[in-house]
């Protein structure tokens, strides 16, 4: 694609030959003729002017020789990644893989890629446009929505976990509900969102999974959620829009998360704790902050130890003194 | 189903209409008519009394209006899990599924169901009444037992991680042992359960492991025991019969968990370590009281530092003045 | 085999009847005729003097009584290892699946096993005797080298998780790079290497992965390096070669860890720290000592506390009696 075509894609203005052919993007050192590449930090200004790409996308035209193809744009990283995704189209054609099983109750979408290997259960509904990597499981009910990405192994509506303890062990508690997943979240490999025991999970619209992320039965996750690697989730959370959730999360179990809250990789939320909007850490979790001095502070455990054997000594010394005195 | 027929199976007493047709379980709030819910804590009790529910399983009549259909029970929960199974039977028709690939010289039950993608290996065993979901893998030898239910993608009997380090790198250690799998397991979804080095690795009966469960070779998982999701147990680690493990806890190798400890969420345990019976936390764990009052201090930590920085200066005048006088 | 041959294996001397027929390795404890053990450390040696083996791999022959059929090597463990793989080969018959999917464009050694239910995607290159058991996932275009032995349904190559923020929601970001495993890597069940944004996520050769471990997207991992089950590592993230990582440890992004450092289980390391040589623990890592020193000071804070508020009073009335005075 020429540099101009690019450039409409994002509202951008050209600075230089329209005309260049852009086939690849690429990042700044690695990128040859041909490449387009992007620069958002002051930092790789130097590597910026050393790149031998074909084309730069770039906040401000005025920070380069006048001899560089420039796309001059509010945002470069968006900007890259919408050209990406022109040159590089990850649409797959719609078919089912002739090794998939399919449900005859299922309702998948005729624009669905279904990969090889994939198992969709009875009644399920796949939206528009969804793409299932190899050997994703969706179980009996589940509902996925329009332009969903689901990698390798993703599961969809396996029994939650839960039991009533009986005298001679654990009775299963009936997981029958479902689990919605809608329009435009993507999962990575072996993600597993449980049915709901009674009701339903659900993760909302454009919510962005990593790999191996654990949903427990009756969870609500909101819109535009990100959630990094191996995150577990226990049942009946709530996390609500917006919120960013680092990887290996714990989260106990009828925990809210309010909208927009961040929290930190390895964080540790105890069962029924409310989390505020605002950047969180720790195990239990508490704001920042607060964590960040509570462990400087842990630092000094040897020196506040000394200090206070110390003052013990004076003290010692000082009431010797009175006595005699 | 009838009230009547409901009751007989849970052995409680019909309040009401005995003739009452239930078709489905559901939870106090979403019930309608038809539905049946259970009701076993006092403050679940607003919420019972403004059901729509057609009965409703509770642990003491007197506390409804004489107009309510009701089964008195002296575990509400176990009752409704018991009903909902009656309800909602989730025996699967035995079947191998045609995309299954079982080994001929496998043993499975006529009765286990075996769903699609499912790989069996050679001289595996598995049970009556088992639940295959799609994708389980049981590599050879591995013995499954009675009634075991296994997620999709349950893994077991892939090799232990142990390697000899030399000059060169690191020589794989034999992983030749074998699986056992008692009746009445479920394991959720990519759980995996790994194969001895020599001698066997077994998960007991009654035992419930969670989605991404990681339980290493050698290792002996007495029964009735449960663990949530992502936890971790290296190998040759000894759980004791009836314990509970929270999610994400991490065992060292060796360790050994005596009956009924249990262990809360995130918890780390050192190798070698031997956990008593009783109730812990924390990285490395320690009991639950010790490790609260410590998480407590920890907070009072800024405190405790401006207090010595008082005392310091106090003592410092002090002797001063001694100095002086 | 006989003693001799496997004497020959591993260099070793053998002690006594070299004619003996050996068919199976075994532990110490559960040997019998016709199997072989080793003892490679002094705790083990009432154990070995019962043991009932018909061959024991020793260190110092001079400790056995003159009627043991010995093969004595300085390193046992290994020789055991070596001997173990000799009596009981793993390879399997080069062959693929015919459940296996594989691309037309994907070059795969006629030397290697293909499994069950795996996908091979275009332009995937695998190596000579390489094993892919079931369900493995191969995205499109990754490079796995030779003597690569990948266990059930580990994926290679899915999207790293990688957006950008806009008004709306997120915006993906290209992951059109590659991933390159390098010779006689193993990886455990269901460990994903997601594919580079942009260039190559690499895994270095001998490396060794234990059961569902995440490597993200654009990480290097270097040669030899260990890393157990459930340790997670963001994107960017170097690790040097001969590293030994715990479980369940966490790793934020463009983290270096230098040449053979080792670091804890469980352990957190902060987004963009570079990581020394040496033994590493806790959340977030520092030195092992000072770690210990840390934890062992945690433990006193009770204490701490109790002996301030001593101090405190004392003073009070050191002060007080000034002020009388």
């Given at each position: 694609?020429k540099?101009?075509?690019l450039?409409?894609i994002v509202?951008?203005?050209?600075?230089g030959?329209?005309?260049t052919?852009?086939?690849?993007?690429?990042?700044l050192e690695?990128?040859r003729?041909g490449?387009?590449?992007?620069?958002d930090?002051?930092?790789?200004m130097?590597?910026?002017h050393?790149?031998?790409?074909s084309?730069l996308i770039?906040?401000?035209r005025?920070k380069f020789?006048?001899?560089?193809?420039?796309?001059e744009?509010?945002?470069?990283?968006?900007?890259?990644?919408?050209?990406g995704e022109?040159?590089?189209?990850?649409?797959?054609e719609?078919s089912?893989?002739?090794?998939a099983v399919?449900?005859?109750?299922?309702?998948?979408?005729?624009?669905a890629?279904i990969?090889?290997?994939?198992?969709?259960?009875?009644?399920v509904?796949?939206g528009?446009?969804?793409?299932?990597?190899p050997n994703?499981?969706?179980y009996d009910g589940?509902?996925?929505g329009?332009?969903?990405?689901l990698?390798a192994?993703?599961?969809?509506?396996?029994?939650?976990?839960?039991?009533?303890?009986?005298?001679?062990g654990?009775?299963?508690?009936?997981?029958?509900?479902?689990v919605?997943i809608e329009?435009?979240?993507?999962?990575?490999a072996?993600?597993c969102?449980?049915?709901?025991?009674?009701?339903?999970?659900?993760?909302g619209r454009g919510t962005?999974?990593?790999?191996m992320?654990?949903?427990?039965?009756?969870?609500d996750?909101g819109?535009?959620?990100?959630?990094a690697?191996?995150?577990?989730i226990?049942?009946?959370v709530v996390?609500?829009d917006?919120?960013v959730?680092?990887?290996q999360?714990g989260?106990?179990?009828?925990t809210?998360?309010?909208?927009?809250?961040?929290?930190?990789?390895?964080?540790?939320?105890l069962?029924?704790?409310?989390?505020?909007?605002?950047v969180?850490w720790?195990?239990?979790?508490?704001?920042?902050?607060?964590?960040?001095?509570m462990?400087?502070?842990?630092?000094?455990?040897?020196?506040m130890r000394?200090e206070?054997?110390?003052?013990?000594?004076l003290i010692?010394?000082l009431?010797?003194?009175r006595?005699?005195?």
């Amino acid at each position: 694609m020429k540099v101009q075509e690019l450039s409409e894609i994002v509202n951008g203005r050209v600075v230089g030959d329209g005309e260049t052919q852009i086939v690849r993007i690429a990042d700044l050192e690695q990128a040859r003729k041909g490449e387009i590449a992007y620069v958002d930090d002051e930092k790789f200004m130097p590597a910026a002017h050393e790149s031998r790409a074909s084309c730069l996308i770039v906040r401000d035209r005025e920070k380069f020789s006048s001899n560089r193809t420039l796309i001059e744009v509010s945002n470069p990283k968006l900007a890259f990644a919408l050209i990406g995704e022109a040159l590089h189209p990850t649409d797959r054609e719609p078919s089912i893989h002739p090794t998939a099983v399919v449900a005859e109750t299922a309702d998948v979408s005729p624009t669905a890629y279904i990969g090889p290997h994939v198992t969709i259960g009875a009644y399920v509904t796949v939206g528009d446009k969804c793409v299932l990597h190899p050997n994703v499981v969706l179980y009996d009910g589940v509902t996925i929505g329009n332009r969903v990405i689901l990698h390798a192994g993703v599961c969809i509506g396996a029994d939650g976990f839960g039991y009533v303890r009986h005298e001679l062990g654990y009775q299963k508690f009936p997981q029958i509900g479902t689990v919605v997943i809608e329009d435009d979240v993507e999962m990575g490999a072996y993600t597993c969102v449980d049915r709901a025991a009674l009701g339903r999970t659900r993760i909302g619209r454009g919510t962005k999974l990593d790999n191996m992320v654990h949903v427990g039965h009756n969870c609500d996750i909101g819109e535009r959620v990100v959630i990094a690697a191996q995150t577990g989730i226990s049942g009946s959370v709530v996390i609500e829009d917006d919120c960013v959730i680092g990887g290996q999360v714990g989260f106990g179990d009828h925990t809210r998360v309010q909208k927009g809250a961040i929290i930190g990789s390895k964080a540790g939320i105890l069962p029924g704790k409310i989390v505020r909007p605002g950047v969180w850490w720790g195990i239990p979790v508490q704001p920042l902050d607060q964590y960040k001095r509570m462990n400087a502070n842990m630092n000094k455990l040897a020196e506040m130890r000394a200090e206070i054997k110390q003052l013990r000594q004076l003290i010692d010394e000082l009431v010797t003194e009175r006595q005699k005195g």
